[in-house]
């Protein structure tokens, strides 16, 4: 038996592992319930309009077409758009599949074929032939560049930002100035797994509706909702998720068609999106951000002017956190930040890895290099100097900042200081050689969640909560917080995540999973713990060395030293002793008053530096990236085997973002075009070097319970930057403009 | 994908006279993807897997010939081939991925369909795909479209890399149809789109692809393939460059050249090549081959970057062939 006497912080394998390699672990398409429907949905070519006619009769010829759903004989659905509202807290009328005939957007579904077979359902979608009145649309971000607005209702986690000195004067009078418009191309999430639904009836009649999301209970909510349904007889499962990166925040289009379906033909139903599919719902926005920065001749920033702005849905108003990372992260007097977004007919951008700061970060992070370099100085002393040790837009302080160490471990790991500073001075061969950096910030949230731990007569400690596993290594880590908790071995724990009927958890995303669901594990095992002793105190079987103060759960054992030398029970005797055939507990971890008051005073966040070698060819500027090292300080890390995956996958994500991806939009029809894995690139392994992910040690016993920060999006912060800095030291070419593809 | 006759004729008049919207199948990995997106939608299929085309054969020249059912893998990894033919060698293991050259054969690789996205998207207008319905890629977002050989009907690049390694060492396609055997240069294989883009190709309905017949290739270690991709791997051209050279003394003797990822077909120019004809290799030599290659290049929209692309990936090429120093396709440093 493998017993880890902490297992906390240590570096275990994913205990999914194996379900998943051996093809056990269910996803959302994989249920067949029996007399299940294939459904498979029909999109709109154009971007706005109205749907004239649906010619669907040669569709029904196709044998084994049971029907074919359309706003036209699509049963009963919400009356108010408010019912359509999800946790996300996006502003604006949401979208309402097959609600009218009315087209919003470029691949919005006008019908959905259901069939017996997928083949047929797929034979007869392509016979849909749907007459459209177009109308006019905008798709051009550059034309809705003209329409910016700011929304009279932000969104829930929308930070404004406050300037502080007078930003324009003190750019005006800085010595050093550097100013310039940074873009961002629109990207998608492209998880591995397609989104899917599967809804399966139950024998009273109940939904059970596996979906990929990454949070059952607020697609139950939303279902609930939309479709009128009892909350009591939906239950939303999502055991496995084959990535997300925020495609799975909020309810995609497939989970209400086929339960809608499900509701209208009385049959279990599935729909899988195709992968040009992927690219009819949520994305990164483009973004462009403005930014200005004045200094003094020494190098110190007197001034930063950040203008952003993102496109949206003509219906929702989506917006990001972009241009308020450089005015917290950097000490500089005068400073000052503006956001808008930008409507255009397509459907509204969302979040994506590191929503905001991906896109905020990395921009500022780029012309901060800019910045160092006018100032002729080495760009890691340059953000030293002007490093700030608190919130500067808050002026709070923080629970912890360790970027000082990240960015000393970092420069030490990667060879900073051999690094020569002027752009094209590092040579091999044919190869320019650059190395750049840049540093990265992100939020550590800690949000309520509750888990539920109970320990049954098998010996074996069962948690459960309503978190999502979006491949991130959740299961894991939550086992071994209840490992240590309970003082229990690792392998008889059994995780139970992604369903809607579990203890409340908040939707995963925003790296806030581990803390929060980590605490609440952590809670409700210190809890069960404590009434196990007490029941087997108090029951009159007992032997007498069992009291709560002396007594030790160790190893899955109970110990105590008495007179009589060392004693021991185990967990099923004790069950037993104590009468019961199982015990559980539940607890919710929440902020308490110490917690709030700490909200209310002190910022948190974590923190990167980056370093990036990259080579480039001198004369066809193709770009090769070579090394990458990633220091991060995100607190307490529970496994640094997951975390550091975590880390490696985003600084894959985030070469993309500086190298390979873009979605194409045609603005002449507002859709995007290179909507397959062929056309869309992401990168390769020939793309990738080897990373070095290091983790900064960082006390902080007040961003959260475990003192944890979460590591899922960290990783995208800086890197992009790095990359794109790297590349001027190595061609004493700027580029503004995200990805940087060959001849750009 | 719709419903479709499948069958697997045994011999070659089987598989010829066949009436009516057929398609070919060999590997399936394009054929089977465009039937999946609506593209293509033949009422019958022949899968063409049981004729004797699965062979490389050494010929009495010297040359090689290619079966057309012989794998894109199995073909880039054959002795005789790695030996004689590098290039095509390098060519192959240029494009796709390992999964998919296992799979790809030579004569599919020789008919494969552009990859522009509109031809792919049913929803588009397309005329290659939908004759008379328009070229939704003109104006539109096309910066992988081609350059050279484009007409107002059509600016699709056709994609292969095998194809381009083929036309510079002046490859022959063997044909079988219901009128007997033919045979043409691969450079007259593939057509311009004119006004006729739908045809990509010389192929009459009912004929075969048989095999490729390679000439003795003169240029020793003097040549190579090197490709321009958005990413460093599993990414179409956008400018690819084969090369070959026979170097005597120092000096070019004779070149064959031939561009990917430009062109509507594999791209060469005759007189760019004679350029070469016994000449010591300089930079304004290659310069004006280069120019000579590209002239009459057109942008549309989005693609004036492979203009300014493709001369110093040709004049990098050349280089590479003189010093007999040919891009290898592991090591993604550009020599
Ligand atoms: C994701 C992806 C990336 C790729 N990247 C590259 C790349 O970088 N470079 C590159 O060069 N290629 C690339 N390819 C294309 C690949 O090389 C082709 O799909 C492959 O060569 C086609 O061969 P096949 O045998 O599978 O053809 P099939 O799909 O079976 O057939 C393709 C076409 O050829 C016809 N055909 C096949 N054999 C014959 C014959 N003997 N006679 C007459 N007609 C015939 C078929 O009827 C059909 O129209 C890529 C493909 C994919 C899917
Ligand atoms: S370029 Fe050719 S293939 Fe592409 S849309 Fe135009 S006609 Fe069709």
């Known amino acids: ?744 | 994908m719709r419903h479709f006759a499948y069958s697997r004729p045994a011999t070659f008049d089987e598989a010829c006279h066949n009436a009516g919207h057929t398609r070919f199948l060999a590997g399936g990995t394009n054929l089977i993807d465009l039937m999946k997106s609506d593209v293509e939608r033949p009422a019958h299929v022949i899968d063409i897997g049981s004729l004797p085309m699965h062979h490389i054969e050494d010929q009495p020249d010297g040359g090689l010939r290619l079966g057309a059912l012989v794998t894109n893998a199995d073909t880039a990894a054959h002795p005789l081939v790695v030996e004689r033919y590098p290039l095509l060698a390098s060519a192959i293991l240029a494009g796709a991925s390992p999964q998919i050259r296992n799979m790809a054969t030579n004569g599919g690789n020789l008919n494969q369909r552009t990859r522009c996205h509109y031809f792919y998207d049913p929803a588009m207008a397309c005329n290659k795909r939908s004759p008379g319905t328009g070229c939704a890629a003109r104006g539109g977002r096309n910066r992988i479209m081609a350059v050279l050989g484009t007409s107002d009907a059509c600016i699709a690049t056709f994609p292969s890399d095998m194809c381009i390694a083929l036309a510079a060492l002046n490859a022959t396609v063997n044909l079988h149809g219901p009128d007997g055997e033919r045979t043409v240069g691969v450079r007259d294989y593939h057509c311009l789109p004119g006004e006729t883009p739908w045809r990509d190709n010389i192929l009459q309905p009912g004929e075969i692809v048989t095999a490729i017949d390679l000439p003795p290739a003169p240029f020793g270690p003097h040549h190579t393939y090197l490709k321009v991709r958005d990413r460093l791997s599993f990414a179409f051209a956008i400018v690819s460059v084969a090369v070959g050279l026979c170097m005597k003394d120092g000096r070019i003797g004779r070149g064959s050249i031939a561009l990917g990822g430009m062109g509507t077909k594999p791209w060469c120019v005759p007189e760019a090549e004679a350029l070469l004809d016994d000449r010591p290799p300089s930079h304004s030599l290659f310069r004006d081959v280069a120019g000579r290659l590209l002239h009459g290049a057109t942008a549309d929209r989005d693609n004036a970057a492979k203009i300014r692309l493709a001369p110093r990936v040709i004049e990098r090429a050349l280089w590479q062939a003189v010093s007999g120093t040919p891009q290898s396709q592991t090591d993604k440093t550009i020599r």
Request: aromatic share 6%; hydrophobic share 40%; charged share 20%.
């Open chain 1, 1 to 744: 038996m493998n017993v880890i006497s902490t297992p906390v912080g240590q570096s275990v394998s994913r205990i999914d592992g194996i379900a998943k390699v051996t093809g056990q672990a269910k996803y959302a398409a994989e249920p067949h319930p029996p007399g299940m429907l294939y459904g498979v949905v029909v999109n709109s070519p154009i971007a706005r309009g109205r749907i004239d006619t649906v010619h669907d009769a040669a569709a029904r010829q196709v044998p084994g077409v049971v029907e074919i759903m359309t706003h036209l004989n699509r049963p009963h659905t919400a009356l108010f758009e408010k019912a359509y509202m999800d946790g996300l807290g996006v502003p604006g009328a949401p979208y309402r599949p097959l609600h009218d005939g009315e087209i919003h957007f470029n691949g919005q579904p006008v019908a959905v074929v259901l069939a017996e077979t997928f083949e047929a359902a797929r034979e007869a979608a392509m016979l849909v032939r749907v007459d459209y009145e177009r109308w006019p649309h905008n798709a051009d971000f550059k034309v809705s560049l003209h329409q910016k607005y700011m929304p009279s209702k932000t969104r829930s986690n929308y930070v404004p930002p406050r300037p502080r000195g007078d930003a324009a004067r003190a750019y005006a009078l800085s010595t050093v100035q550097v100013e310039g418009r940074y873009h961002l191309a629109p990207e998608h999430h492209n998880p591995m797994e397609m989104h899917a639904t599967t809804v399966i009836i139950e024998d009273d009649g109940a939904f059970t509706v596996w979906d990929k999301t990454q949070g059952p209970q607020a697609v139950q909510a939303y279902l609930a909702g939309a479709l009128a349904l009892s909350k009591a007889r939906l239950r939303v499962r999502n055991p496995y998720v084959g990535g997300a990166f925020g495609s799975g925040l909020r309810a995609v289009y497939n989970v209400f068609l086929a339960t809608l379906a499900a509701k209208m033909l009385k049959r279990p139903v599935r729909v899988t999106l195709t992968r040009p599919q992927m690219f009819t719902h949520v994305f990164r926005p483009e973004a462009i951000m403005d930014i200005a920065l004045g200094a003094s001749r020494d190098g110190t920033l007197q001034s930063m002017i950040v203008e952003g702005v993102t496109d949206t849905s003509r219906f929702e108003h989506n917006m990001e956190n972009i241009v308020i990372w450089g005015l917290i992260n950097y000490r500089c007097p005068n400073a000052t930040a503006d956001y808008k977004v930008a409507p255009r007919d397509t459907y509204t951008s969302s979040d994506m890895r590191a929503p905001g700061a991906a896109t905020g970060v990395n921009l500022l992070e780029m012309a901060i290099d800019e910045m160092a370099y006018a100032c002729t100085m080495d760009p890691l002393a340059f953000r030293l100097h002007n490093y700030s040790d608190t919130d500067a837009m808050h002026d709070m302080p923080l629970t912890s900042k360790a970027l000082r160490e990240a960015m000393a471990q970092g420069a030490r790991h990667f060879g900073w200081q051999r690094r020569s500073m002027p752009p094209g001075s590092m040579r091999d061969g044919r190869e320019l050689i650059g190395w750049g950096m840049a540093t990265g910030i992100w939020d550590a949230m800690f949000s309520p969640t509750s888990a539920r731990a109970r320990l049954g007569q098998d010996g074996r400690l069962h948690i459960a909560t309503a978190a999502s596993d979006i491949g991130t290594g959740t299961y894991t880590i939550l086992a071994q917080t209840a490992a240590e908790a309970f003082g229990m071995p690792l392998d008889r724990i059994d995780v139970e995540l992604g369903d809607s009927t579990l203890p409340q958890c908040p939707t995963e995303g925003g790296s806030w999973t581990a803390a929060s669901a980590g605490a609440a594990v952590w809670l409700a095992c210190l809890s069960l713990r404590r009434k196990l002793i007490d029941m087997l105190a108090r029951s009159k079987n007992a032997p007498p060395w069992v009291k709560q103060d002396t007594v030790t759960l160790e190893g899955g054992i109970l110990h105590d030293v008495t007179e009589n030398g060392p004693v021991s029970l185990s967990l099923p005797d004790a069950l037993s002793l104590a009468g019961y055939d199982a015990l559980e507990a539940e607890e919710t971890a929440k902020p308490g008053l110490r917690g709030k008051i700490s909200q209310m005073r002190k910022a948190r966040f974590t923190h990167s530096a980056v370093f990036c070698e990259v080579r480039v060819d001198a004369e066809l500027g193709t770009v090769r990236v070579t090394r990458l090292v990633n220091a991060v300080a995100a607190g307490r890390i529970l496994n640094p085997k997951t975390a550091a995956s975590q880390i490696r996958g985003a600084m894959v994500m985030a070469t993309g973002m500086a190298l390979h991806e873009e979605s194409l939009m045609d603005e002449r029809v507002g859709r995007f075009m290179n909507h397959n894995f062929a056309e869309y690139h992401i990168p390769t392994h020939a793309d990738i070097p080897d990373m070095d992910v290091l983790f900064v040690n960082e006390h902080d016993d007040e961003v959260s319970p475990l003192g944890v920060k979460g590591v899922g999006e960290i990783g995208m912060c800086g890197t992009a930057a790095a990359i794109a800095n790297a590349i001027f030291h190595a061609t004493g070419r700027r580029h503004r403009n995200l990805p940087i593809t060959p001849g750009a």
